[in-house]
């Protein structure tokens, strides 16, 4: 369960609800989306990641689908490609203050390249999984495009 009391946490759910714009009701979801895995190996945010990848691509997707009716398969994947990469989403993460809620293992940890746009990755699947997808919208429409 998650323990209110803490000032770490409290602030954790003080970022979310700006970040997203609404109170979580599941704060442990985005605390587990912001654990590196070389905090801890058997528990890590790389599950959220996961479903936050297919939900950014979804919500990306459905965007460019209605912004280019007339355009075919091929082109709306160079652009989303071009929207959704890492050095993008890497941004994105730096931008909403992910930096600063990544709970990460220094010594452990090789790949720097990706730690912000992973995390990223990994709020948006704990949004998916604590809201109905509304809120993701916000947040990639605003950050994103």
């Known amino acids: ?84 990469n890492r050095e993008s989403l890497n941004y994105v993460g730096r931008k909403i203050g992910l930096k600063k809620l990544i709970n990460i293992n220094r010594m452990k940890s090789k790949s720097y390249d990706s730690i912000f746009g992973d995390a990223l990755e990994a709020i948006i699947g704990a949004d998916r999984k604590s809201t109905r997808l509304n809120s993701s919208h916000l947040v990639i429409s605003y950050a994103v495009f």
């Open 1 to 84: 369960m998650f323990i209110f009391q803490n000032k770490e946490n409290r602030e954790l759910i003080k970022a979310i609800n700006f970040i997203f714009g609404y109170n979580t009701k599941k704060p442990e979801l985005f605390k587990l989306a912001l654990l590196h895995k070389s905090i801890k190996s058997d528990e890590s945010n790389e599950r959220l990641e996961f479903l936050g990848d297919a939900v950014l691509g979804l919500i990306v997707a459905k965007y460019l689908f209605k912004l280019y009716p007339f355009k075919d398969e091929g082109f709306l994947t160079k652009i989303r490609s071009k929207i959704v």
